[in-house]
């Protein structure tokens, strides 16, 4: 059986007063639209078609759905008729219909709906939609029955007090059997408060012929949160970052307070690992076993070890090796690589430099374009000066190297293994393995 599902987008979103289109805003670091298609695909279905409008079709692709263009947004009948209009016809097909501003819709329900369209004994439904108890007010289509039997949807806007004070709503998701629904969209009429083609019609248009309708409940009323204006927004990201901190938490992560602890979808994070406030841990992060992140530490495209402690930091783009420990304040960026067993201490900024095991730079330095060795340590105020005005330059440090306090190294420039920089140095020639220079300029020192 073919299940397709169509993703209704195309709506103006102007309750988010913005010039980005309201599917594209983003909570805990991907678009809304990407919940959805997520959900979709975990559920089983594939093929997705989005509905899209001018502004928000270029970026569906990217996004790995397809889509159709809503040239006038004239209601969300209208854009289900475009949707099967343009896509293929597939006889005994089953289409899934799903909000693109519904970011919290656990793939479940996606699932159940799937199967909802089975006759169990009677006659199949010709459509299942997803029903929900809601607090009172709500803006969400009332469902009115006759008896235990679903009789329409009627929306806020056209809807009679009596009406109004029904707490069973329609969620806005739907599964479809395929040539039905082909007919049903023809029928829609736009005699209503909002003079638009709704969806929600469909209800009558079957029950009038004698079909089913099949009501499956949602359960818990956030799943179904839709998102209209920035307030919705903060409350799905709020709700998303708890459910992130508490999938970690289950896989035998500490988080110690998981309102100021910001996540994202496609982490990974080791057991054992405690998480302190304050922390943001983003960009397909992966983070090993037993180490200690924050508090206020910020994580982003991080690759980081077992047992490591950064405190009050920012890793960017960067690899933090075993066993080492960072911060506080301290700032790794720009494909920065740490081998491990490192120390890298406050007001230290490493950029695309790499570390091997076990060298150190445990108060202020910046470290740009350099290697330094094994087991080298790196004294206060030292300053990699890779940088002339055009161009960036190397340094290279090899092991076991002892760089004085305030030493400042002229890239290019190259210092051997076990050699010495005496405190205030500025090393404008390389230095030779062994070699002890001091002064500025530098020049070799006596042999002891
Ligand atoms: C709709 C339902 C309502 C339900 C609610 C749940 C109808 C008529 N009403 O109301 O019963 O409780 O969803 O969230 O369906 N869209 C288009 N093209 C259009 C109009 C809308 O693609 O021409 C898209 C929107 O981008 C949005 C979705 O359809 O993603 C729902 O549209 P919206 O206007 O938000 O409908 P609601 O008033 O929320
Ligand atoms: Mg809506």
């Not at 854009?79 to 209009?85: D, G, L, S, T």
């Not at 329609?170 to 408060?193: K, S």
Request: glycine content about 10%; hydrophobic content about 40%; overall charge negative.
């Amino acid at each position: 059986m073919t299940i397709r599902a169509i993703v209704l987008a195309a709506g103006k979103g102007t309750r988010m007063k913005s010039s980005t289109p309201k599917v594209l805003h983003e909570l805990c670091g991907r678009p809304m639209l990407w919940y959805t298609l997520r959900a979709l695909r975990e559920a089983g279905i594939d093929d997705v078609i989005v509905v899209t409008n001018d502004e928000l079709d270029p970026h569906v692709a990217a996004l790995g759905a397809r889509s159709v263009i809503q040239r006038e947004q004239l209601g969300t009948g209208h854009a289900v008729k475009v949707a099967v209009e343009q896509i293929e016809r597939v006889a005994g097909g089953r289409i899934i219909v799903a909000c693109g501003d519904m970011p919290l819709v656990p793939p479940e329900i996606f699932r159940t709906m799937v199967g909802s369209l089975e006759g169990d004994g009677a006659a199949a439904p010709a459509m299942a939609l997803v029903t929900v108890k809601m607090p009172l007010p709500s803006n969400f289509g009332r469902i009115v029955r006759s008896g235990n039997d679903i009789e329409r949807i009627v929306e806020v806007r056209d809807a009679t007090p009596d009406e109004l004070a029904l707490d069973e709503m329609n969620a806005g998701i739907y599964a479809f059997d395929e040539a039905e629904l082909r007919d049903a969209v023809l029928a829609l009429r736009n005699e209503n408060a909002q003079s638009e083609y709704y969806l929600t019609d469909t209800v009558e248009h079957f029950v009038r012929g004698g079909k089913r309708v099949r009501p499956v409940p949602a359960g818990d009323h956030l799943h179904v949160l839709g998102v209209n204006d920035r307030v919705e927004l903060a409350l799905a990201r709020r709700e998303m970052n708890a459910r992130l901190c508490a999938r970690h938490m289950r896989d035998g992560v500490t988080i110690v307070d998981p309102a100021t602890t910001y996540l994202e979808p496609e982490l990974s994070i080791g057991r054992d690992t405690v998480i302190y406030p304050n922390t943001t841990i983003s960009l397909l992060s992966e983070i090993g076993e037993r180490c200690t992140i924050g508090p206020n530490a910020r994580l982003s495209a991080a690759k980081i070890g077992d047992g490591v402690t950064i405190r009050e930091s920012v890793i960017v783009e960067s690899e933090i090796g075993s066993e080492s420990t960072v911060g506080p304040f301290a700032h790794v960026r720009g494909h920065a690589v740490l081998d491990g067993e490192n120390r890298v201490g406050n007001f230290v900024e490493i950029k695309n430099s790499h570390y091997a095991k076990g060298a150190k730079s445990a108060h202020l330095a910046y470290l740009g374009d350099a290697e330094i060795g094994e087991e080298s340590n790196i004294g206060a105020g030292t300053i990699t000066c890779n940088y002339d005005g055009k161009n960036k330059h190397r340094t290279t440090i090899g092991k076991n190297v002892m760089i004085g306090s305030n030493t400042s190294i002229v890239a290019p420039r190259t210092i051997g293994d076990d050699a010495l920089t005496g405190a205030g140095s500025v090393v404008t020639k390389d230095v030779a393995p062994g070699e002890r220079v001091a002064g500025n300029p530098a020049k070799p020192l006596p042999k002891k």
